[in-house]
C-alpha cells in the first residue's frame, strides 16, 4: 500500500479505509488548486526548489511526503490563508501537526528528490542531501512558525496507517472509527507539537 503523509493528517482513518477499499482517487478541490498555485508562486520569489518528495516504510508499506519549498538548510511548509485576520484555529492547528510530522520524518531519510508528477510538468530532476542540522518552518500565509521533530507525532500517524492497512484486510470500520473517535480534531491537544512564531 502507498499512504500519502498528507492525507493522514488530513483525514480520518475511516475516510481513508473508504477510500481504500473504493479504490478512490481524490479530485482536488478548486481551492486546493489555488493553494498549489499559491505555493508554486512563493517558491519563485524566494528562489528556492519546490515539491522534493521523501518515502519512508512503514512495515512492507511505503509513506511518501512532499516538501513544498527547500532553501539550503530551511524546509518549508506553504498554507495560503485567504484572510489572515479571520482564520479558523483548527487550519492553524492542523497545518502545525503536518509540520511536525514533515520535519519528523526528515530525521528518517537521507536526500529528496522531485516526484515523477513535476517532472511530467517539465522540472528537473533534483536529488537533495538532508543536512544533519535543519530547520524546518510554516509559513502560515503571513505568519511564519518555526516546528520542530516530534517522535510521538510520527509514531501517532504510522500507527493510523498501520490501523487503515490492517483494517484493508478484513472491511473494519469499527476500528477506524474507534481511532478517529479518540483523535479526531484533538490530536493537536493531545500531543502538544512544538512551535515558536519567527519575528518577520
Not at 475516510?15 to 489555488?34: D, H, M, V
Not at 509513506?63 to 495560503?80: H, R, S
Not at 514533515?102 to 542531501?129: C, M
Amino acid at each position: 500500500m502507498n499512504i500519502s503523509a498528507s492525507e493522514l493528517v488530513k483525514r480520518s482513518a475511516s475516510q481513508l479505509l473508504f477510500k481504500e477499499l473504493k479504490r478512490l482517487q481524490w479530485i482536488p478541490t478548486e481551492r486546493q488548486l489555488r493553494g498549489n498555485a499559491y505555493a508554486d508562486s512563493v517558491v519563485l520569489k524566494e528562489e528556492a526548489s519546490s515539491e522534493k518528495r521523501g518515502m519512508v516504510k512503514i512495515d512492507d508499506d511505503l509513506l511518501f511526503f512532499c516538501i513544498d519549498l527547500v532553501k539550503d538548510d530551511k524546509f518549508v511548509e506553504i498554507k495560503m490563508v485567504e484572510n489572515q485576520n479571520n482564520y479558523e484555529p483548527w487550519y492553524l492547528f492542523s497545518s502545525i501537526m503536518q509540520s511536525t510530522f514533515y520535519a519528523t520524518l526528515l530525521t528518517q531519510v537521507k536526500s529528496l528528490n522531485t516526484p515523477s508528477f513535476r517532472k511530467k510538468e517539465g522540472y528537473r530532476q533534483e536529488v537533495i542531501d538532508i543536512p544533519e542540522i535543519f530547520k524546518f518552518e510554516l509559513w502560515f500565509g503571513e505568519e511564519k512558525y518555526q516546528v520542530y521533530p516530534n517522535e510521538r507525532i510520527m509514531n501517532h500517524y504510522f500507527e493510523k496507517a498501520r490501523i487503515i492497512k490492517s483494517s484493508v484486510e478484513t472491511m473494519d470500520y469499527d476500528t477506524c472509527k474507534k481511532f478517529d473517535s479518540v483523535y479526531k480534531f484533538n490530536e493537536f491537544k493531545i500531543f502538544k507539537p512544538l512551535y515558536t512564531p519567527i519575528n518577520i
